[in-house]
C-alpha cells in the first residue's frame, strides 16, 4: 500500500536534548513538507523539499532542522533550540510542487518531559 | 496581507441536518482551494478541491463546496450530517502557487 508513514506516534524529550521524527513515503512524490499543529491554530508550515538535497525554509522554522538525503524521507529535527516543542507534527507530501494536493501522514504527538 | 479564515472554531448541528462550514480567503486572483478533514489524533484527509475549473466541487462522504468570487468564500456543505461526520474540518489556500496557509480548524459535532 502506498503512503506516508511516521514514526514514533509520541515521543518524549528532555530539557535540552534534540531529538528527530522520521518521515517516510513511498508515493514517488516529489516534495515533502512538515507542520506544527497546535490547538486552535490550525496547521503552520515548517519546512518543505521540492526536490532532493534542496529545502527551503517555513512560517516557523525557527529550533527546527531537516534533511532531505533520499526522495522517499524527510526527517525532522526538533532542537534544544525550540523553547516549545508540545506540539502534533504532520508530515504530508505532494506529487511536485506546491499546488498540489497534499497527503499526510498520521502525526507525531511530541512531549516534553 | 494573504490568509485564510474559518468562521466558527466550534459547530453543532443534529444528525440529518445541514452542515455548513464557512472559509473566506483575500485575494484578488482566484487561488487554489481545499478542505480537508482531519479525525482525532491522525493525519489529514482531502475532501475536495478547486482548481479553476467548476465553481461546485463534490468531494467525498457526500460533501460539496462552491467558489464564490464574488464573496471570496469556498463554504463547506453537507446536505444530511451523519455521526461519523465528527472531526475538525480545515480550509487551505495556495496563493500563487508558492504560498499555502491553513485555517485555524472549525471543530463539527453531531447530536445524535
Known amino acids: 500500500d502506498g503512503g506516508i508513514t511516521q514514526s514514533p506516534k509520541y515521543l518524549f524529550r528532555k530539557e535540552g536534548q534534540n531529538v528527530t521524527l522520521s518521515c517516510e513515503q513511498n508515493l514517488n512524490h516529489d516534495a515533502m513538507y512538515w507542520y506544527r499543529q497546535d490547538p486552535g491554530q490550525g496547521l503552520r508550515l515548517i519546512y518543505y523539499s521540492q526536490i532532493v538535497n534542496d529545502f527551503q525554509k517555513g512560517d516557523i522554522a525557527e529550533g527546527y532542522s531537516v534533511s532531505r538525503e533520499k526522495k522517499e524521507s524527510f526527517p525532522l529535527t526538533v532542537t534544544s533550540a525550540q523553547k516549545n516543542p508540545t506540539a502534533f507534527y504532520l508530515c504530508a507530501s505532494s506529487k511536485r510542487g506546491l499546488a498540489e494536493t497534499q497527503y499526510f501522514g498520521p502525526g507525531t504527538r511530541l512531549l516534553v518531559l | 496581507a494573504q490568509s485564510v479564515t474559518q468562521l466558527g472554531s466550534h459547530v453543532s448541528v443534529s444528525e440529518g441536518a445541514l452542515v455548513l462550514l464557512r472559509c473566506n480567503y483575500s485575494?484578488?486572483?482566484?487561488?487554489?482551494l481545499f478542505w480537508y478533514v482531519q479525525y482525532p489524533n491522525q493525519g489529514l484527509q482531502l475532501l475536495l478541491k478547486y482548481t479553476s475549473a467548476a465553481t461546485l466541487v463534490k468531494g467525498i462522504n457526500g460533501f460539496e463546496a462552491e467558489f464564490k468570487k464574488s464573496e471570496t468564500s469556498f463554504h463547506l456543505t453537507k446536505p444530511s450530517a451523519h455521526m461519523s461526520d465528527a472531526a475538525e474540518y480545515f480550509c487551505?489556500?495556495?496563493?500563487?502557487?508558492?504560498?499555502?496557509?491553513f485555517g485555524s480548524g472549525t471543530k463539527l459535532n453531531v447530536k445524535p
Open positions: 487551505a489556500v495556495i496563493y500563487n502557487f508558492n504560498k499555502f496557509y
Open positions: 485575494s484578488s486572483v482566484p487561488p487554489y
